[in-house]
């Protein structure tokens, strides 16, 4: 049974400064709202890695590399001379190259999106009904029994309404 504790705010201002406290202190935090705050929380606690830009671009690589492969070793494996044809033609190749080039990097951007975002989850999702009304919520996870006081302390200090204890299955 993993241990947390939420602490529910008014306003964004403080929300942010509790979390960059308990983020500089080590905690693993989540934050809650009811309206989007990806830039302010990336202000405040510094931008996540993106890695899907980089599955993008190696999908793409790849499908063009493979696209190149299959049309030069298919022209390879049924030789038919046309008319002073060449049998290695350019444009074919490069048109099936991108589109294979485009498939793949789709295919890999979707794949990393799925795995770094964790879905499907068949974990059980903490939900608070108070947080998509009108409060924003802090989350820190895995707190051990002998910090709770001091986690409550820090969030109540920077102006939490409430502070409530959490037990996930």
Same mark, same amino acid.
């Given at each position: 049974?993993?241990? =947390?504790?939420?602490?529910?705010? @008014?306003?964004?201002?403080?929300? #942010?400064?509790?979390?960059?406290? $308990?983020? &500089?202190?080590?905690?693993?935090? @989540?934050?809650?709202?009811?309206?989007?705050?990806?830039?302010? /929380?990336?202000?405040?606690?510094?931008? *996540?890695?993106?890695?899907?830009?980089?599955?993008? +671009? /190696?999908?793409?690589?790849?499908?063009?590399?493979? =696209?190149?492969?299959?049309? $030069?070793?298919?022209? %390879?494996?049924?030789? $038919?001379? *046309?008319?002073?044809?060449?049998?290695?033609?350019?444009?074919? @190749?490069? #048109? $099936?190259?991108?589109?294979?080039? /485009? #498939?793949? &990097?789709?295919? !890999?951007?979707? @794949?990393?999106? #799925?795995? !770094?975002?964790?879905?499907?989850? +068949?974990?059980?999702?903490?939900?608070?009904?108070?947080?998509?009304?009108?409060? +924003?919520?802090?989350?820190?996870? =895995?707190?051990?029994?002998?910090?709770? &006081?001091?986690?409550?302390?820090?969030?109540?200090?920077?102006? %939490?309404?409430?502070?409530? *204890?959490?037990?996930?299955?």
């Amino acid at each position: 049974m993993e241990k =947390g504790i939420l602490g529910l705010f @008014t306003y964004v201002d403080t929300l #942010l400064e509790a979390a960059e406290k $308990l983020k &500089g202190s080590g905690y693993s935090i @989540t934050i809650f709202s009811p309206i989007p705050l990806g830039h302010e /929380i990336d202000h405040a606690l510094g931008e *996540r890695k993106n890695y899907i830009k980089y599955l993008a +671009f /190696i999908g793409a690589a790849v499908g063009f590399i493979l =696209g190149i492969v299959l049309t $030069l070793g298919t022209a %390879a494996l049924y030789v $038919l001379p *046309r008319g002073g044809r060449a049998i290695f033609p350019v444009t074919p @190749t490069l #048109l $099936l190259s991108y589109e294979t080039a /485009i #498939l793949l &990097g789709v295919f !890999f951007t979707l @794949t990393g999106f #799925l795995v !770094f975002a964790k879905l499907p989850s +068949f974990k059980e999702k903490f939900y608070d009904p108070e947080v998509a009304i009108d409060s +924003f919520g802090l989350l820190v996870d =895995g707190v051990r029994e002998d910090k709770f &006081g001091d986690i409550e302390k820090v969030m109540k200090e920077y102006g %939490a309404n409430e502070v409530k *204890r959490i037990e996930k299955k």
